[in-house]
């Protein structure tokens, strides 16, 4: 049994809070300090605001409950300066199985691009995820960041009023008061905070039962992704292998709907399922087991006025595709540096809404694919699991087949098409870096195009002149220049200008492109940065 | 506009049919439905558009092009 998540990792000691005659104010509160709550902290706190975490437990994840993490949040984390422990303890993969019953029928490759300094996927437990976070959240402690984490500190009421939110936690002393300017709820599915607003959480229940097992064993399967349907092990159903670090061993077994769930996460039931999938000869040891029914759902609305709602308290997805997490990074990524100007008075509070309207599209487009997985793993009805069956049978002969099986499709980064802080496209460029678009990696000498854009507004200019800094409206865009030439690999040039001679990008501090145009020209540049900070 | 053709286009109809049936010929229901379905898959992808593929839909279906 590992003892990381048995831990306390920020246990509870005494808040000068609690003994303030009146409730102290805070800029920012966040609950839940799971993946979303301790990135959306880390993120405020690296840029000066006064953050306060409160979680009602003490410790990481209570077992590994998500292990895929993608490109995209990793350069995420990178940005919040702990993206590299991840990918030291990480195991890299990107060949997956597809096994239809006894038979192999594909074998896919996500063959990464070049020239990022990230890898396509990472597996690596969900408490270890967390344990990094926790540990870059002390380094900017040490460094005097006003970065606060309460443990055992459980939020029992809220009041909500125009400028500020207010607090009632519950700890092992007693209960305390504290004030906020923004709240943001990151307390997970079951979100208490969502219930105690009375807001809805509308979506589909898939009637399906998942068994989840984190086993520890010595075996020579391959780092790769093994997904089968209908095995002899589990008849009628799928199953998944995938490794994590440390020997660990995910395993997913769907069972289907009417089943005792207490029953079956029984050790005496569970060990000859396993025994049944592995062979009689291997030996492992049950780290965690768990049973899941998977739901795909949103809140309408992640804003409301000063409370504002990020990763599975606002959304949630089955785990076919890797988006929980993923996705709740995307959502801190996005919210922070607005909330930041906010904060300084450098933009109004109606730029939040951009936020909503964002990541609600990222949401939507989560729900549908992880809705289509799940659609395509558990047939909803005969019709359904002909057409699946046959997609498979086809998939073993004939490679059009093969895009049509649907095991999860895996976690990308989403491009904010039709967002109120984008320009119009002014470049005859590539489409994936269209404004919208997340920032696409580039190999610079001995870095990444990625380590120099963030956390503040960019200009990239490439083989194109402008200003060294830009100051519009309390906003300061600071330049960096660039030339084709700098990038042997020539994957600057065909990630970013296409056929274009030259190009020049207005690069939001989520590393997202609000605008680009072949030249500078300082009015709609201009224009571009009060659109981008919803001064437009 | 519709690209879906339907009007005859299939030379020699009746072979063709008769060699649909003659593919089902013999086979249980279940392994005729699995037939029909990877064919209808084969043939989609064969068409590939997918404004025709849609068109097909609503037309197996009756729906009235608007
Ligand atoms: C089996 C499984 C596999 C998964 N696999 C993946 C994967 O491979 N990749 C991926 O990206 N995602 C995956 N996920 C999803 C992922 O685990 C979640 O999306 C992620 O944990 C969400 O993080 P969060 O911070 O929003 O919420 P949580 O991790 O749920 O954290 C919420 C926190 O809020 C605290 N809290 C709740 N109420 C209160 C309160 N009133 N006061 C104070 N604190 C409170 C809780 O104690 C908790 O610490 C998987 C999920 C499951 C179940």
Redesign the interface.
């Known amino acids: 049994m590992n003892k990381i998540f048995e831990t306390p990792m920020y246990p509870y000691t005494r808040s000068p809070d609690q003994d303030a005659p009146v409730p102290v104010r805070h800029q920012v509160v966040i609950i839940g300090a799971g993946p979303v709550g301790l990135a959306a902290a880390i993120d405020l706190a690296q840029q000066g605001v006064d953050v306060v975490v409160l979680d009602d437990n003490d410790k990481v994840s209570f077992g590994s409950r998500a292990i895929c993490f993608a490109k995209r949040p990793l350069e995420i984390l990178d940005r919040l300066g702990c993206g590299q422990p991840m990918v030291d303890k990480g195991v890299e993969w990107d060949v997956g199985k597809v096994f239809f019953d006894e038979r192999e029928v594909y074998t896919f490759d996500l063959l990464p691009e070049e020239g990022h300094r990230r890898p396509a996927f990472i597996n690596l437990q969900q408490y270890y995820f967390e344990e990094y976070l926790v540990d870059r959240v002390r380094e900017l402690q040490k460094e005097g960041a006003n970065l606060d984490l309460r443990g055992r500190n459980k939020v029992s009421a809220v009041g909500t009023h125009p400028d500020h939110v207010t607090l009632e936690i519950d700890t092992p002393e007693g209960s305390y008061n504290i004030e906020a300017d923004w709240l943001i709820a990151c307390d997970g599915a079951n979100s208490t905070l969502r219930a105690m607003l009375g807001k809805d959480f509308v979506g589909r229940v898939f009637e399906d039962n998942f068994l989840i097992a984190d086993v520890v064993m010595e075996a020579d399967f391959p780092t790769e992704r093994w997904f089968w349907f209908d095995p002899p092990f589990n008849r009628g159903q799928s199953a998944l292998l995938h490794k994590q670090p440390d020997n660990v061993w995910r395993i997913d077994l769907q069972l289907g709907w009417d089943i005792d769930k207490e029953r079956e996460k029984r050790p005496e039931n569970v060990i000859p399922r396993l025994k049944a999938m592995l062979g009689d000869d291997i030996d492992f040891e049950l780290e965690w087991v768990s049973i899941y029914t998977f739901q795909c759902r949103r809140m309408e609305q992640f804003r409301h006025d000063r409370v504002i709602f990020a990763g599975d308290a606002a959304h949630q997805v089955s785990p076919f595709g890797a988006r929980g997490a993923n996705s709740g990074l995307q959502d801190t990524d996005n919210l922070c540096w607005k909330l930041k100007l906010v904060l300084d008075g450098k933009a109004p509070e109606t730029l939040l809404d951009s936020y909503d309207v964002e990541r609600v599209h990222g949401a939507d487009e989560n729900i549908l694919n992880s809705t289509r997985s799940t659609d395509f793993i558990t047939p909803k009805s005969d019709t359904s699991r002909?057409?699946r069956?046959?997609?498979l049978?086809?998939a073993e002969q004939?490679e059009?087949?093969r895009p049509?099986v649907n095991a999860g499709r895996l976690s990308v980064p989403c491009t904010y098409d039709g967002s109120p802080l984008n320009s119009a496209d002014a470049l005859a460029g590539p489409a994936r870096t269209r404004p919208g678009s997340p920032c696409l990696d580039v190999p610079l000498g001995d870095g990444f195009l990625l380590q120099e854009l963030g956390d503040r507004f960019t200009l990239l200019t490439i083989d194109a002149e402008a200003p060294d800094e830009i100051v519009e409206d309390g906003v300061t865009v600071t330049r960096l220049a660039l030339s084709v030439k700098d990038d042997p690999t020539l994957a600057l040039k065909e990630r970013y200008l296409g056929d274009a001679e030259s190009g020049v990008y207005l690069i939001r501090p989520d590393q997202h492109v609000a605008a680009r145009r072949a030249t500078y020209d300082d009015n709609l540049f201009r224009a571009a940065i009060r659109r981008a900070t919803g001064k437009e | 506009m519709s690209d879906l053709t339907l009007t005859p286009n299939i030379d020699n109809a009746d072979d063709f049919y008769a060699d649909l049936l003659e593919a089902h010929e013999g086979l249980e229901k279940s392994d005729s439905e699995a037939l029909n379905a990877r064919l209808i898959l084969i043939l989609a992808n064969h068409i590939g558009d997918r404004q025709v593929l849609s068109q097909a839909l609503n037309a197996a279906a009756f729906k009235m092009e608007e």
Do not use: E, G, K, T
């Open positions: 002909l057409f069956d046959a997609v049978d086809l004939y059009f087949a049509l």
